[in-house]
């Protein structure tokens, strides 16, 4: 792409974000669209439906909830413990995670909780951060299912009192399993700094990066930045139903800093981030950035995901992270790095162009791809001319 073809996107995407602002669907949305070291932000509407957010705009300063897409930062902070050597890929991690010691697996991942065999091997940081380490997310109606789902989100330690208790849903290393790995590897940052995981965060990447507005509260002070955010469906009379006000769970300390979703960022913020990784300049080494934007799973893992065996037909996973592996339904490239937010954002890097777009969005589910609404979105972004 030559840059002269930025401003073009960033009209198509304007006129998609119109329409889709403009159906009622959200109150507002943004995307900041990069292509070597030229940034436009396109931003439609406002900040809430309702309020003073309803006047206030669209912005790439806008604090939003990430979900999913709070996955890549626990990856990256975990990764500058290897490079200090605080942590080892490989290495068994009973000794900070006793809780995950001498597991057992289920004999049947969807059988009884009783009939388990003895884990093959311990649990590492590799299989934490490529989604292997043995649980996670399980799609179909299960006693594992249940269980894990009864775990709820109470004070880490008490959490991760609550999974040692359970079987593990594969043996370690055998099947991707998501979003449980990313929270667990919260706790262990936790362990192995002596802070909490906010404040690792903070000093190992927010800080050195300049993220002011990244964490996992808002500051008082910002709260007039901070979107609200909307539930899947309208109530019957038709109006939009608020999940979670600027005022709601995200202005105070959380029980539970989750890596997995829990981390809030502004769309400023998260291009910074992605940028340290696309030039390799930021807190992590390029052999770092390459292992987490690099596909890691083999095919056997692939095949026993929890979202099916054709998931990953034409992507894999990195560290924290989805890669595209061949062509796929968005248009993104082979090589393509990044992942979409429950609340609607979404982030992806195409490393060979230096092509970077980011999505702002506040509404429940928003984030699942597969929606049409996404077709006609990344159309606009790719689309030639």
């Not at 309020?51 to 909830?65: E, F, K, N, Q, Y």
């Amino acid at each position: 792409m030559t840059a002269e073809l930025l401003p073009k996107r960033a009209a198509r995407v304007r006129d998609h974000l119109d329409r889709f602002v403009g159906s009622g669907v959200v109150p507002g949305a943004g995307v900041v669209l990069a292509h070597r070291g030229e940034v436009q932000v396109v931003a439609v509407g406002t900040l809430a439906f309702e309020g003073a957010g309803a006047t206030t705009p669209m912005a790439a300063d806008t604090i939003l909830r990430m979900g999913s897409m709070s996955k890549p930062f626990t990856a990256a902070c975990a990764m500058t413990l290897v490079e200090d050597g605080t942590l080892r890929l490989d290495d068994p991690l009973d000794d900070l995670l006793p809780e995950l010691a001498d597991m057992r697996v289920l004999a049947d991942p969807l059988g009884p909780l009783s009939d388990t065999v003895p884990a093959k091997r311990p649990v590492t940081l590799r299989g934490l951060l490529d989604s292997t380490f043995g649980t996670g997310m399980v799609m179909t109606a299960s006693p594992i299912a249940e269980a894990l789902g009864a775990v709820g989100r109470p004070e880490p330690d008490e959490w991760m009192r609550r999974l040692g208790t359970l079987p593990l849903v594969h043996q370690p290393g055998e099947a991707w399993l998501y979003d449980t790995a990313a929270n667990v590897t919260g706790v262990l940052i936790a362990r192995a700094t002596g802070t909490s995981f906010g404040e690792a965060l903070r000093e190992r990447v927010f800080g050195p990066l300049g993220m002011k507005d990244s964490g996992f509260t808002v500051d008082p002070a910002e709260l007039g930045r901070f979107a609200t955010a909307y539930a899947k469906d309208d109530a019957p009379d038709g109006s939009p139903v608020v999940d979670d006000p600027p005022d709601g769970q995200w202005s105070r300390p959380q029980t539970f800093e989750s890596g997995g979703g829990g981390l809030l960022s502004t769309g400023h913020d998260y291009l910074t981030f992605v940028m340290s990784l696309l030039s390799g300049e930021g807190v992590l080494s390029r052999a770092s950035v390459e292992l987490m934007t690099t596909d890691q799973l083999t095919p056997s893992q692939k095949k026993l995901s929890g979202f099916g065996p054709d998931y990953f037909d034409a992507m894999g996973w990195g560290f924290g992270m989805g890669v595209a592996t061949g062509p796929n339904r968005s248009g993104h490239a082979t090589g393509t790095y990044g992942w979409p937010g429950y609340y609607g954002t979404a982030w992806y890097t195409d490393p060979a162009e230096e092509n970077t777009t980011i999505v702002l969005m506040q509404r429940e589910h928003m984030g699942n791809q597969n929606l049409p609404v996404w077709d006609e979105f990344w159309a606009a972004v790719y689309g030639v001319g």
